[in-house]
């Protein structure tokens, strides 16, 4: 339970993050839909938060630098969560009949503290330990 202690301000910092990155995630899918339809349209919108969301997990929540090592640990961290993140997305949209804006927030909430434990080692020196 202490080592949660000890990471409270991260993942308080975390989550910040992620609720500006689920924000953006709205914004870019309202932009999206003008072009595509929702399902390509939030697979385009994940590619932009990815590099917005580096950028801020690697510099406020983590304050590491940015570094080629430290974009390709994170895309291969979070290669698996965007997926997810999409197929979560995909179904309860077509298979469930759930507006899109609903079905952002419920895919991103799922794989959200996992998600964090896992960026966090992607990002920290000796995996954050």
């Known amino acids: 339970m202490s080592i949660w202690l000890a990471r409270g301000p991260q993942f308080l910092r975390y989550a910040a993050g992620s609720a500006v990155m689920l924000g953006l995630k709205l914004?870019?899918?309202?932009?999206?839909?003008?072009?595509?339809?929702?399902?390509p349209a939030y697979a385009a919108v994940q590619v932009a938060v990815f590099f917005a969301s580096?950028?801020?997990?690697?510099?406020?929540?983590?304050?590491?630098?940015?570094?080629?090592g430290g974009l390709g640990r994170y895309l291969r961290t979070m290669v698996g969560f965007q997926a997810l993140d999409?197929?979560?997305?995909?179904v309860i949209f077509t298979r469930l009949g759930v507006e899109s804006n609903l079905a952002i927030l419920?895919?991103?909430?799922?794989?959200f503290v996992v998600r964090?434990?896992?960026?966090?080692r992607s990002l920290l020196p000796g995996g954050g330990a």
């Not at 999409?86 to 995909?90: A, E, H, R, V």
């Not at 419920?106 to 794989?111: F, G, I, L, R």
């Not at 964090?116 to 966090?120: I, L």
Request: overall charge positive; charged content about 15%; hydrophobic content about 55%.
């Open 86 to 90: 999409w197929l979560l997305f995909s």
């Open 27 to 39: 914004l870019l899918m309202q932009e999206a839909v003008g072009w595509l339809r929702e399902v």
């Open 54 to 68: 580096y950028a801020w997990h690697s510099r406020v929540t983590f304050a590491a630098r940015f570094s080629r």
């Open 106 to 111: 419920t895919s991103t909430a799922v794989v």
């Open 116 to 120: 964090f434990v896992c960026v966090r």
